[in-house]
């Protein structure tokens, strides 16, 4: 066995992909934040994450252009070296205020801000409970810190409660790890429970709140405000790649301990700062969530949308309305054939497959935008409808 070994097998799985592989789409050309050129053709982009459409908000834009005008291309160093700009500062500050914390702290990527915090949070002593299908960066920080780690049941408080039961006084040095909004399913945490099991229990609890960000809560500040946990929640981190539509991610957090993160956290003191051209945008998105109401209510108008028509062709796409909706199929030939027929009527979506999506199975899914049009919400519907007369 040479090293190169193991990956006969993963070339076997990508020939069973065919001619045309879900993972190396490329868009040829972006017309709108909904509408780009694949192979040839105009193609409704319905998996993108872009929740509130901010990709060519003209703003950000001219944000970003000034950026680089002023400042390069880069910063070419680490936060502790020399890449920390005023911008970086500038950034956490909003953040820290968006949620009314006292401190923010900024990552290149919001993977990165999963294994920063969880990396300065835990270490080899400490217990993680993590939600079983929290993502991957999620369960790669744990791995990174070597802290113990215990799954409990999805959107599961009682399962949580019974693990951390289970750790008796080990559960005061625990840490309690959930997503807000979960990113395949669209489905919510039941915060409100999870954050009562862990303070009676002593433990921390950390949220994600990447795909909830500008999406959930009166002021766009995640299922943790919705649910009115904001002064409970220990830790929230998310990222700038979906909703702000830009690149990086946070952790903010009503602990002055927050301050000490970039003295003990890797990720942060070992990788380049973002750019100033994408701290920019990333502000001037971010003025945009909290100045525009209507985007998020377009985006909510947009999933009802969808929603409603999904449910009216027979398909279960989840028990109410979300951003983010999923369509369950049998088997993994029947989805990759489902996937190849949507994109030939010119609507892209993610083909999620073993063991990626969550409970088995295969999932074609769907994520909403505010710059979506009613008409291309209904040649989404419309698309489906043909493909799965066929498929089903």
């Not at 006292?102 to 990165?112: E, L």
């Not at 993994?332 to 088995?360: D, F, I, Q, S, T």
Request: include cysteine; charge should be neutral; aromatic fraction near 6%.
């Amino acid at each position: 066995m040479s090293l190169l070994s193991k990956f006969a097998a993963v070339a076997e799985v990508r020939r069973g992909l065919g001619e045309v592989d879900p993972t190396k789409v490329v868009i040829d050309r972006l017309e709108s934040p909904t509408l780009g050129i694949i192979n040839g053709a105009a193609t409704v982009l319905a998996g993108t994450n872009n929740y509130l459409g901010l990709t060519f908000d003209g703003d950000g834009v001219a944000a970003g252009r000034r950026a680089l005008q002023e400042a390069g291309t880069g910063t070419t160093g680490s936060r502790m070296a020399n890449g920390t700009y005023a911008g970086h500062i500038a950034l956490e500050a909003e953040i820290a205020e968006f949620y009314g914390y006292p401190h923010a702290v900024v990552f290149s990527t919001g993977y990165a801000a999963n294994l920063g915090a969880l990396a300065a949070l835990l270490g080899p002593q400490d217990a993680v409970l993590l939600d079983q299908d929290a993502h991957a960066s999620l369960y790669d920080g744990c791995r990174l810190c070597q802290a113990q780690v215990y799954v409990f049941r999805h959107n599961d408080p009682a399962s949580l409660d019974a693990r951390l039961s289970r750790l008796g006084e080990r559960a005061a040095n625990a840490l309690v790890v959930v997503e807000g909004l979960y990113s395949v399913l669209g489905d919510q945490a039941p915060l409100a429970e999870i954050a009562e099991v862990a303070a009676r229990h002593g433990a921390l609890l950390l949220v994600d709140e990447a795909h909830s960000l500008g999406v959930v809560g009166a002021k766009g500040r995640g299922v943790v405000e919705a649910t009115g946990i904001l002064d409970q929640v220990d830790f929230v981190v998310g990222t700038f790649s979906k909703s702000l539509g830009t690149m990086g991610g946070f952790c903010t957090s009503r602990h002055e301990e927050l301050a000490l993160f970039t003295y003990t956290s890797r990720p942060y003191m070992f990788t380049a700062s973002p750019s100033p051209a994408t701290v920019e945008c990333t502000r001037s998105a971010l003025r945009a969530l909290r100045s525009r109401p209507q985007l998020k209510e377009r985006l909510w108008r947009n999933a009802e949308q969808l929603h409603r028509g999904l449910s009216q062709l027979g398909l279960q796409a989840g028990e109410a309305p979300s951003p983010v909706m999923a369509v369950r199929l049998a088997d993994k030939a029947e989805a990759l054939k489902a996937w190849r027929a949507l994109l030939n009527e010119g609507v892209y979506v993610n083909l999620m497959l073993p063991p990626a999506a969550p409970g088995g199975g295969s999932l074609l899914r769907m994520s909403v935008s505010a710059a979506h049009k009613p008409r291309e919400i209904e040649r989404i519907v419309v698309a489906m409808s043909k493909v799965m007369a066929k498929t089903l």
